[in-house]
C-alpha cells in the first residue's frame, strides 16, 4: 500500500485550491461535489456535507476512519462518504477521491451517449475506456455499490445523470483526471454537434497502444483496448470479452443508417439516371 505523508493542514489547503477549481469551471454548483484524500492508513479527510466547496475554510473539514466512523471536525461528513469509502476499499493504491457534477459528462449520461475513448490519443494513454455506473439516487448506499464494480479497473467514471468520480495517486492526479474527462466529454458533446464523432481507426489505435506499451514497459491486454468500452455500440449494448477495439463509426449519423437500408438497385438506378443527367448537360 503507497501511502502519502503529508502534514493535515497542507492537505486542507490544497482541497480548498481544488474546490476553488472546481467551482471557477462549474463544475459544482451550491453545495455540490465532494472531496476526499486519504491521511494513512485509517484517516480520510472529507469535505462536509451542505457546504458550498468552492468557499472552504480549515474549519469545515470532517476525519473519519476507514468505516466512517468520525473521529475529527464539527459538521457532518459528506452525504457521498459511503462512495468515497468503497473506492479506498476497492482501490488500496488511490490516496484521493473528487466528486463533481461535471456539466458535460453529466449532458452524456442523460442523452445516452456513452464515452468512446477512440476518439482523442490522449484518453487512450490515460484514462483507457471511461464507463458510466447504473443510475443511482444520489446521497444513497446505491452510489457506493454503483461504482464498485467500475472503480476496479478504472481511474475516472461518469455517474449516470449525477456527474463524474475520479481517483488519483493523490489530490492533483484525481483532480486532472476530472479535467481529462470532462475535457474529452466537452469534445465528444460538440463533435456530435457538427454531425459525427469520427473514432480513430484500428491501425492507429493500435499504434497508440503500442506506445503506451513501450512507455509504460507493460503488455496490453485485450481488456486495455476496446473490452470494457464499446461505446461505438457496434457489439451491441454490452461489451463482449476479447475483443480488438473497433473504429467502427459511431451509431448517430441517421444519413449512415439511411443509406445502408437502400437497395443496391436503387443506387444503380440513381447513379445511371445522374450520369445520364450529366451527360446531357454536356451535350
Ligand atoms: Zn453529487
Given at each position: 500500500m503507497r501511502l502519502l505523508k503529508m502534514d493535515d493542514y497542507r492537505v486542507k489547503l490544497d482541497i480548498i485550491e481544488v474546490g476553488k477549481r472546481l467551482h471557477g469551471r462549474g463544475?459544482?454548483?451550491?453545495t455540490d461535489g465532494n472531496i476526499s484524500v486519504k491521511l494513512d492508513a485509517n484517516r480520510i479527510i472529507t469535505t462536509p456535507t451542505g457546504v458550498h466547496k468552492g468557499y472552504?475554510?480549515?474549519?469545515d473539514f470532517v476525519i473519519v476512519d476507514m468505516e466512517g466512523?468520525?473521529?475529527?471536525?464539527?459538521a457532518k461528513p459528506s452525504s457521498e462518504l459511503a462512495m468515497h469509502l468503497a473506492c479506498y476499499k476497492e482501490r488500496p493504491d488511490i490516496n484521493s477521491v473528487i466528486h463533481a457534477h461535471a456539466t458535460y459528462c453529466i449532458v452524456l449520461s442523460v442523452a445516452g451517449i456513452k464515452m468512446a475513448k477512440c476518439l482523442l490519443p490522449e484518453v487512450i494513454f490515460t484514462l483507457g475506456s471511461i464507463p458510466t455506473a447504473d443510475y443511482a439516487p444520489p446521497t444513497t448506499e446505491q452510489v457506493a455499490l454503483s461504482v464498485i464494480g467500475p472503480i476496479k479497473k478504472h481511474d475516472a467514471i461518469i455517474l449516470e445523470r449525477h456527474g463524474s468520480l475520479t481517483v488519483g495517486i493523490d489530490l492533483f492526479d484525481a483532480h486532472n483526471k476530472l479535467e481529462r474527462m470532462e475535457h474529452v466529454a466537452e469534445i465528444t458533446y460538440h463533435s456530435r454537434q457538427l454531425g459525427s464523432a469520427t473514432p480513430l481507426t484500428d491501425n492507429q489505435v493500435g499504434e497508440l497502444l503500442a506506445i503506451k506499451e513501450q512507455l509504460s514497459g507493460k503488455k496490453l491486454t485485450p481488456s486495455d483496448n476496446c473490452n470494457s468500452c464499446n461505446a461505438c455500440g457496434k457489439y451491441g449494448s454490452e461489451a463482449l470479452p476479447n475483443l480488438e477495439c473497433p473504429s467502427a463509426e459511431?451509431?448517430?449519423?441517421a444519413m449512415v443508417s439511411v443509406i445502408d437500408k437502400v437497395p443496391a438497385e436503387l443506387v444503380e438506378l440513381i447513379t445511371r439516371e445522374v450520369v445520364a443527367e450529366l451527360e446531357s448537360v454536356k451535350r
Open positions: 463544475w459544482i454548483s451550491a472552504l475554510t480549515p474549519d466512523n468520525q473521529l475529527e471536525g464539527k459511431i451509431e448517430d449519423s
